[in-house]
């Protein structure tokens, strides 16, 4: 059983910036991919961006020059730093990922700008 717990979201003005968490337990961390969404109101969820196990990443390219994706590995944690936020970024940020076939979903975290 794989849980992936985010954190880090909030409000934030236009032009803001956060850093979202995500902590993973029950798998080997490091072998997998693992992977960023978001779903804003009315709209369906979007895959925002990816980090392999050997740190090779690819993003949404309505997030692309803003957005950075990392991991720790030690920590079993990966990371969303966000940059030159705008109103379009406000969505639930899901952190995801998927083990033998399964896929595993947080709960996600809020993040609202404010323009």
């Known amino acids: 059983q794989v849980q992936l717990v985010e954190s880090g979201g909030g409000l934030v003005q236009a032009g803001g910036s956060l850093r979202l968490s995500c902590a993973a337990s029950?798998?080997?961390?490091?072998?997998?991919?693992m992977d960023w969404y978001r779903q804003a109101p009315g709209k369906e969820r979007e895959l925002v961006a990816v980090?392999?196990?050997?740190?090779?990443?690819n993003y949404a390219n309505s997030v692309k020059g803003r957005f950075i994706i990392s991991r720790d590995n030690a920590k079993n944690t990966v990371y969303l730093q966000m940059n030159s936020l705008n109103a379009e970024d406000t969505a639930v940020y899901y952190c995801?990922?998927?083990?033998?076939?399964?896929?595993?979903w947080g709960r996600g975290t809020q993040v609202t700008v404010s323009s």
């Open positions: 995801a990922t998927a083990v033998n076939g399964v896929g595993y």
């Open positions: 029950g798998s080997r961390f490091s072998s997998n991919v």
């Open positions: 980090i392999a196990s050997d740190g090779l990443t």
